[in-house]
């Protein structure tokens, strides 16, 4: 029963670690890449679409990316919807595709990118915190309940917190990472 409740706990801990990773995809670093697009969500007639599903990505240039819509009824929406995101790119649209030509990074901007990046570690870590709470709470209904003991509840906690380390000094490696590749001209 322990050893289900950690087992549980990693593998959530694990998928909030990747979520940090494709929400440090998302932030613009130079190059212009799809990826940054995977966020956005489209108001496709009337369903919320992820615009990955809805268009192809091509990169032309370092700084540009073509959108060409796969039903060019959504031109409109996939317009609207890159023009309201936190990329800060306003889509120009020659009817059959869109062009998204990204700025070049400022100073400035880079420094706005940094702290995106380490809010969206922030995140990452109070995610992994909550899955360590929850699982100290089963810990600890399980000894009350009269299941487990409670050295078996103290070493289990020894684990989850090298596992919550682990998991947190992941997410920290990550934004380092992010960090240098933003200030990085």
Do not use: W
Not at 27 to 46: E, N, Q
Not at 66 to 95: C, F, K, T, W
Not at 123 to 130: H, I, K, W, Y
């Amino acid at each position: 029963m322990i050893n289900e409740i950690l087992k549980e706990a990693d593998t959530k801990m694990d998928k909030s670690v990747e979520s940090t990773r494709e929400e440090f995809a998302a932030i613009r670093a130079g190059r212009a890449a799809p990826s940054m697009f995977s966020k956005i969500v489209v108001d496709y007639y009337g369903s919320p679409t992820p615009l990955q599903q809805l268009a192809s990505f091509t990169a032309q240039e370092a700084r540009v990316i073509l959108i060409a819509p796969y039903d060019q009824g959504a031109m409109g929406n996939v317009e609207r919807a890159i023009r309201d995101s936190d990329l800060g790119v306003n889509p120009s649209n020659d009817g059959k595709v869109l062009r998204c030509v990204f700025p070049e990074l400022t100073e400035e901007r880079r420094k706005e990118y940094i702290k995106v990046a380490k809010s969206k570690a922030e995140d990452g870590r109070v995610a992994v915190r909550n899955l360590r709470r929850t699982a100290k709470q089963n810990l600890e209904k399980l000894e009350k309940d009269g299941e487990v003991g409670k050295d078996d509840v103290t070493g289990a906690e020894k684990k989850l917190d090298i596992v919550t380390k682990t998991h947190t000094d992941a997410i920290d490696e990550m934004l380092k990472n992010k960090e240098a590749e933003l200030i990085e001209v």
